[in-house]
């Protein structure tokens, strides 16, 4: 079992930016590809990014591509999205999310992944 933990979400201004942490435990984090992905109200959840295990590869929707970093500190079992330039549509609640099967490649899609966070909610105003 793994056990996820998000924080760092809030409420700023558009155009500010945030860093958001997920905390796993467990003592093979770095096996695991982690994603982000969030849930706006009304809204399908939707794939912002994902990071291999080692963190070699990085995977981005468009939407976010350019602006969304993930990272990940495997040595203290956290990953990370830096958030610049947020616009009033990246509002939602964001969650982490492990896929703990070993892949070729890591995937996109959130019925793949098995550990969930509980998400934190990112507000951003016009």
């Known amino acids: 079992q793994v056990q996820l933990v998000e924080s760092g979400g809030g409420l700023v201004q558009a155009g500010a930016f945030l860093r958001l942490s997920c905390a796993a435990s467990g003592r093979t984090f770095s096996s695991y590809a982690m994603g982000w992905f969030r849930q706006a109200p009304g809204k399908e959840r939707e794939f912002v990014a994902a990071?291999?295990?080692?963190?070699?590869?990085?995977y981005y929707a468009d939407s976010v591509k350019g602006r969304f970093t993930i990272s990940r500190d495997n040595a203290k079992n956290t990953v990370y999205l830096q958030m610049n330039s947020l616009k009033p549509e990246d509002t939602a609640v964001y969650y982490c999310a492990a896929d703990a099967r070993p892949r070729m490649m890591v995937v996109t899609t959130a019925y793949e992944y098995d550990y969930w966070g509980q998400g934190t909610q990112v507000t951003v105003s016009s």
């Open positions: 990071i291999s295990g080692s963190g070699g590869s990085t």
